[in-house]
């Protein structure tokens, strides 16, 4: 997979490549992978997958923000946000790049 961002349809052929399923199965399987992560978030849940990170919701509160252009204060109300908080092993992986002495 190259360049910078990773579509449905490439990790879609990943999955074919990788685990041997016809392309359609890789694609059904990929979505209904997708589809429980984001159940599990909508209901207020963690998706946790191991040596990657987990998945959060998290509650905002409403809180005053201010209009950089006018300088107007405006109300900004209470909203979710999904939060991602990176494994160990992603975060070491990421920055095994950046270690003096390490190999790529």
């Known amino acids: 997979m190259s360049g ?3 579509t449905r349809a490439q990790l879609s052929e990943a999955v074919y490549q990788e685990v ?3 392309r359609n199965e890789s694609a059904e399987l990929l979505e209904a992978v997708l589809n429980e992560v984001s159940n599990a978030l909508a ?4 998706v946790k997958i191991s040596s990657f990170g987990s998945f959060t919701v998290r509650q905002k509160g409403q809180r005053i923000g201010r ?5 107007e204060e405006v109300p900004i109300h209470p909203r979710k946000v999904l ?7 992603l975060k070491n992986r990421i920055n095994r ?8």
């Open 4 to 6: 910078k961002t990773v």
């Open 43 to 46: 209901k207020g849940g963690t």
């Open 20 to 22: 041997g399923l016809s």
């Open 83 to 89: 939060v991602f908080r990176p494994s160990q092993v």
């Open 67 to 71: 209009n950089p252009k006018t300088g």
């Open 97 to 104: 790049d950046r270690q003096p002495g390490a190999a790529s």
